[in-house]
């Protein structure tokens, strides 16, 4: 079977799938309609959205594009969306919008601090008081806080800073699950280290110092020319 992207590429740009039928291959069919088999076995009232064969297709067809705009490119994706369907616990299919949600992993799903928690964690971090001395939770924090910047996280309305923050926190999410690297955290900085001067060291020096000019030859005062 074809993965999905190869699918995506081949679709063409047109408004039905009756139109499309004759440039999809065998395998964009099967991965299309199992996957609208799968939405009407575990949402009864599918009929709702899609009355008829010719909303069936428009709604293949629709899906398809939508997928390819949101980067759900894999059938791992699908099937993750397609299990979270079958918890919704609906009898009503959901919009392509949010199912393309339901493929994507929760922060919880993935070890990692929710929206709301990283937000206020990249906020407090990013201010310049705490320059070296932030305590990041993990490396998709601290990712997504420096694509958005720390300038902007400290300068923007509260509700701006939260949009432009978690637009890139969901493309953070998207790079852990497609194992794209992420931006490490910095190294922790060092314990502050002993302060070599102390007295006695001081006192020490002064007094090797001192040894040292007295050990010096004293010279003969020059007598003056008369």
Same mark, same amino acid.
């Given at each position: 079977?074809?993965?999905? *992207?190869?699918?995506?590429?081949? /679709?063409?740009?047109?408004?039905?799938?009756?139109?499309?039928?004759?440039?999809?291959? @065998?395998?964009? !069919?099967? !991965?299309?309609?199992?996957?609208?088999?799968?939405?009407?076995?575990?949402?009864?009232?599918?009929?709702?959205?899609?009355?008829?064969?010719?909303?069936?297709? *428009?709604?293949?067809?629709?899906?398809?594009?939508?997928?390819?705009?949101?980067?759900?490119?894999?059938?791992?994706?699908?099937?993750?969306?397609?299990?979270?369907? $079958?918890?919704? &616990?609906?009898?009503?299919?959901?919009? !392509?919008?949010?199912?393309?949600?339901?493929?994507?992993?929760?922060?919880?799903?993935?070890?990692?601090?929710?929206?709301?928690?990283?937000?206020?964690? @990249?906020?407090?971090?990013?201010?310049?008081?705490?320059?070296?001395?932030?305590?990041?939770?993990?490396?998709?924090?601290?990712?997504?806080?420096?694509?958005?910047?720390?300038?902007?996280?400290?300068?923007?309305?509260?509700?701006? @800073?939260?949009?432009?923050?978690?637009?890139?926190?969901?493309?953070?999410? $998207? $790079?852990?699950?497609? &194992?794209?690297?992420?931006?490490?955290?910095?190294?922790?900085?060092? *314990?502050?280290?002993?302060?070599?001067?102390?007295?006695?060291? &001081?006192?020490?020096? /002064?007094?090797?110092?001192? @040894?040292?000019? *007295?050990?010096?030859?004293?010279?003969?005062?020059?007598? &003056?020319?008369?």
């Amino acid at each position: 079977m074809q993965s999905v *992207a190869n699918i995506m590429r081949q /679709l063409p740009n047109v408004a039905t799938a009756e139109a499309a039928v004759p440039k999809i291959d @065998a395998g964009t !069919v099967q !991965v299309i309609n199992a996957l609208f088999r799968e939405l009407m076995a575990i949402f009864p009232a599918w009929k709702q959205a899609w009355p008829d064969q010719e909303a069936i297709g *428009a709604a293949k067809a629709t899906w398809t594009k939508a997928f390819m705009a949101e980067n759900i490119t894999k059938i791992e994706q699908i099937r993750f969306g397609i299990e979270q369907c $079958r918890k919704l &616990g609906s009898d009503f299919a959901p919009s !392509v919008g949010k199912f393309i949600k339901l493929c994507q992993p929760t922060p919880e799903m993935l070890g990692i601090p929710p929206l709301e928690k990283a937000f206020r964690e @990249a906020c407090r971090n990013a201010h310049p008081m705490m320059a070296g001395k932030g305590k990041w939770s993990h490396n998709a924090v601290w990712h997504a806080a420096k694509e958005c910047g720390f300038e902007p996280l400290n300068r923007l309305e509260t509700s701006l @800073a939260l949009k432009l923050f978690e637009r890139n926190y969901v493309i953070t999410i $998207r $790079r852990m699950v497609e &194992g794209l690297p992420l931006q490490a955290m910095p190294l922790a900085l060092p *314990a502050k280290a002993e302060a070599r001067r102390t007295p006695e060291i &001081g006192n020490k020096a /002064l007094a090797e110092l001192r @040894a040292r000019r *007295a050990a010096l030859p004293s010279e003969e005062p020059t007598q &003056g020319c008369c």
